[in-house]
């Protein structure tokens, strides 16, 4: 018991000397490095999700994401064609059934209802993804991150219990 406790004594010291943070420029207002700039956005968010409200895409390439435009009008064929294809075989199975009173065709207008709706959301995701993304595609198109990498060497080491 008592090898047990030393143990766990050393484990807690090595935890506390070798997991440290430094506390280098901790003042958000430190008068060497305070800039009096205003950082002004080249792209506008909700300019951004109108353009795509209106034409889904157009705020991707306004946003300069060429690459994502034919993507998202693929997808909408995709999924708008099979709605059509299975709003067609609901109405066929529909119309089967009215006439013939058949369980069968029940069951089959039933499916491809769901099938036809389940689509219909499949496109409504796609036009809310396409907004969400034109709005986070201009907000994040200024991001920059500088390579100012330091020459220090840090070992970090950590237990947690």
Known sequence: MKNL???FSLLLIINFFA???TNK???LYDNKTQVDT??????SAWGAVLRSAIIPGLGQIYNESYWKAPLIWGLTGWFVY???ELNNLYIDNKNLF???KSS???LRRDFYRDQRDKFAIYIG???FLNLVDAYVDAHLYDFYIENNFRNDFQLNFRINF
Do not use: E, P, T, V
């Open 5 to 7: 406790i030393n143990i």
């Open 19 to 21: 997991y440290s943070q």
């Open 25 to 27: 420029n901790l003042s």
């Open 38 to 43: 205003i950082f002004i956005m080249k792209k």
């Open 82 to 84: 099979n709605w059509i």
């Open 98 to 100: 009215q006439q013939y």
């Open 104 to 106: 069968i065709f029940r």
């Open 125 to 127: 995701l796609l036009y």
